[in-house]
């Protein structure tokens, strides 16, 4: 493969003292997916894993039995989501520190910096704060940076022109995302690598516009244009107003293969390709929807996305895919008992045919 799959990894499934005491004993993900119902005729729930099992990240097999299967599928590359809060505030931390400390698996990896404040929004709570997002100034930035330096000196580290690929989620919400940039960018040197190779997520989920679109201004490498691939003529709005006002939601949007007409393009934006959407199964009828999501569909989306890399220098040929194992939110590649491997064979066969035409 030429094209540089990267897929987005959530490293949520083990059990962790806050997620008991937030949603109960022994929560993890797997609580939500297990527990999800149709809500409407047609609606396809819950997805259930195959192969993988009701897995727990704690354990070395599964890990290893995921990078087998990401690696047969074209997968180059996971990004784990890493959560730093300020002021050394960090969780879910235990399943990336076991890879990076044991060597295993032996797949590429990269950092995913998901800066943002935990809240019971998707659970008709938005107002009760789980864990709050600071940004307490640079000293804590240099912190943030020393934790995560012995990953970026991995082997297996992800590198773009022999730099690590650094993901920031939420890059609009930075005090001063330029000075984050030359902050990390100096201490990176200064520890004797080559720079950094720093991604910002231009997030545009309901296609009314990015939220952060200062890429190159702030001194980023590149941007990600994160959308959901949703349909959204006239007469799928009204009926989707219709239903909700009807029945009370979720939010319905068809699954689109449109993905020229609904992404942006340019030299520093990155592709991203979801196979599906629907995180009923933690928000319920406040959720939304992409009906309709196959294989086959998936596998066209991912084609045209990796046809519009496909002339870029090999190095900066990415493709982001959300996600790995997003369950909860309906977009996993991981085999599941209606498609078996189909997401991971749509992948693989779409990076194929992009590349060759």
Known sequence: MTTRAVAFYLPQFHPVPENDEWWGPGFTEWT??????????????????????????????????????????????FAYWHYWFGNGRRILER???????????????????????????????????????????????????????????DPRYLRV????????????????????????QSLAR???????????EMSDIDGRGVRYDRVKEDGFDAGVYMRMPAGRSR?????????????????????????????????????????NWDNTPRSGRRGVVLH???????????????????HRPPDERLLWVKSWNEWAEGNHLEPDLRHGHGWLEALRDGLREGEGG
């Not at 200064?190 to 910002?200: D, H, Q, S, W």
Request: with cysteine; charged share 25%; hydrophobic share 40%.
């Open 32 to 77: 939500n997916v297990a527990r999800a119902r149709r809500l409407y005729p047609g609606h396809v729930q819950p997805h259930l894993p195959a192969d993988l099992g009701f897995y727990d990240l704690r354990v070395p097999e599964t890990r290893d039995a995921q990078a087998e299967l990401a690696r047969a599928h074209g997968v180059e590359a």
């Open 161 to 184: 022109d022999g730099r690590p690929v650094f993901y920031v989620f939420r890059p609009e919400e930075l005090p001063d995302a330029g000075r984050f940039v030359d902050l990390w």
């Open 190 to 200: 200064r520890a004797g690598l080559e720079g950094l190779y720093l991604v910002a």
């Open 235 to 275: 007469l799928d709005m009204l009926r989707m107003r219709a239903y909700r006002k009807v029945v009370g939601g979720p939010e319905i949007h068809p699954y689109s293969t449109a993905w020229d007409e609904q992404n942006r393009t340019g030299d520093l934006v990155q592709p991203c390709v979801y196979p």
């Open 95 to 153: 399943p990336f520190a076991e890879v990076l400390a044991s060597g295993r698996p032996d797949l590429s990896f990269c950092l995913a910096w998901a800066n943002q404040t935990w809240s019971g929004i998707w659970h008709g709570d938005a107002d009760r704060v789980l864990v709050r997002q600071d940004y307490p100034g640079d000293e804590d930035h240099a912190a943030h940076f020393e934790t995560v330096l012995p990953a970026f000196r």
């Open 292 to 310: 309709g999501a196959t294989p086959a569909r998936f596998r066209e989306n991912v084609r045209r996305a990796a046809a519009s890399v496909a």
